[in-house]
């Protein structure tokens, strides 16, 4: 079993839904991120969280550090988010631990 | 521009070849990092370089050996590739050893070894 878990695996949304992607770890962290890596392969650091929330435009990131959860929202979704959503736990020293990543396609 | 900068883009070589794969950051960022991604997508540690110190370094085989000149280089060199070794590789950088401020990512390197 990973130590990182997201659900779902594959997300498909219409244009303008409300979109929520989760992501639930098991080991001691000092933060978590969430990446985003569209088609053409490019990562891009979306959020770094320890604790509370962030909020970046249409995107916002949750985290409950007792319950090892952190939620990813987007709200009015559009085609151009169609990307693979990755968390990311930083636990002992630099190390990163990924999740699977999520499938996000949005239709208009 | 400001970036993790990673070259070739795209590399096609024939098993047992030694090739390398080079990366480059100027945001003055002093930890380093080298990824793998597998054919699902999936993203692991392979080596992590601090001021030019080796301090992660995961299962990987002998073949693969980073080298780091200096704080803004890593280089990846692969000895005796094999089909297996065929996968995006990601250089990343950080300000300060623990990340705590971030990750910035390159655009990824796609080896296909046939």
């Known amino acids: 079993k990973n130590e990182v878990e997201q659900s779902p695996q594959n997300l498909t949304a219409q244009e303008g839904e409300f979109i929520t992607i989760n992501c639930s770890y098991s080991?001691?962290?000092?933060?978590l991120h969430w990446l985003q890596q569209h088609p053409g392969g490019g990562i891009v650091s979306l959020f770094m969280?320890?604790?509370g929330k962030k909020k970046h435009g249409r995107l916002i990131a949750t985290i409950n550090i007792q319950e090892k959860h952190s939620s990813l929202h987007i709200t009015a979704s559009h085609p151009r988010d169609s990307a693979v959503y990755i968390c990311?736990?930083?636990?002992?020293?630099?190390?990163?631990?990924f999740g699977e990543g999520t499938q996000l396609t949005v239709n208009p | 521009d400001t970036a993790v900068s990673q070259t070739p883009k795209y590399l096609v070589t024939q098993m047992g070849n030694d090739k390398s794969i080079k990366c480059e950051q100027n945001?003055?960022?002093?930890?380093m990092y080298w990824y793998k991604q597998d054919s699902k997508k999936f993203l692991k540690i392979m080596f992590s370089?601090?001021?030019?110190?080796?301090?992660i370094n995961e299962t990987v085989p002998n073949r693969f050996s980073p080298k780091s000149p200096d704080k803004a280089h890593l280089n990846l060199h692969i000895n005796s590739l094999e089909l297996g070794d065929s996968a995006v590789y990601f250089c990343?950088?950080?300000?300060?050893?623990?990340?705590?401020?971030?990750?910035?990512f390159g655009s990824g390197t796609r080896l296909t070894v046939v």
């Open positions: 370089y601090n001021n030019k110190e080796l301090i």
């Open positions: 990311a736990v930083k636990s002992s020293g630099s190390r990163l631990t």
């Open positions: 080991v001691g962290i000092s933060a």
């Open positions: 990343a950088s950080s300000r300060g050893g623990g990340g705590n401020y971030g990750y910035t």
């Open positions: 945001l003055g960022h002093d930890t």
């Open positions: 969280l320890s604790s």
